[in-house]
């Protein structure tokens, strides 16, 4: 960053734009939109239910923490797809491992999704 924007106005918007155009390059992975797709469906059931705040707590941290791993996941794979082109096993492992962060998180997620609906699912039947 340029030394002149120090202080500025400028600078206190800098960063925000570079996260809008971060969203804009995660957002042409199909995963990141298959869990923005989740997410919705999650809060219309909030709502739907009738949640408590401390549940709606819960799923926000959730929801935040997968689709945060799912852009840390397309950052880790674009970076080693730019650093290493052919494969490599090495790469080909750290990916993997990136990928399975984001699969313990969601299961995390779908396990407080299912605390915090089921019991309330069952009461409809």
Do not use: C
Request: charged share 20%.
């Amino acid at each position: 960053m340029r030394s002149d924007l120090k202080g500025s106005k400028r600078k206190r918007t800098v960063g925000f734009t570079f996260a809008l155009r971060g969203w804009k390059n995660a957002w042409k992975e199909r995963n990141l939109r298959i869990q923005v797709f989740a997410a919705i469906v999650v809060s219309v059931m909030g709502a739907i239910f009738r949640i408590t705040a401390i549940e709606w707590l819960l799923l926000v941290v959730v929801i935040g923490m997968v689709i945060a791993m799912e852009m840390i996941n397309t950052a880790v794979e674009r970076l080693l797809d730019y650093l290493a082109p052919e494969f490599h096993a090495k790469a080909g492992a750290v990916k993997d491992i990136a990928a399975g962060s984001v699969l313990a998180m969601a299961a995390a997620a779908t396990v407080v999704g299912a605390i915090i609906f089921l019991p309330k699912i069952a009461q409809l039947f």
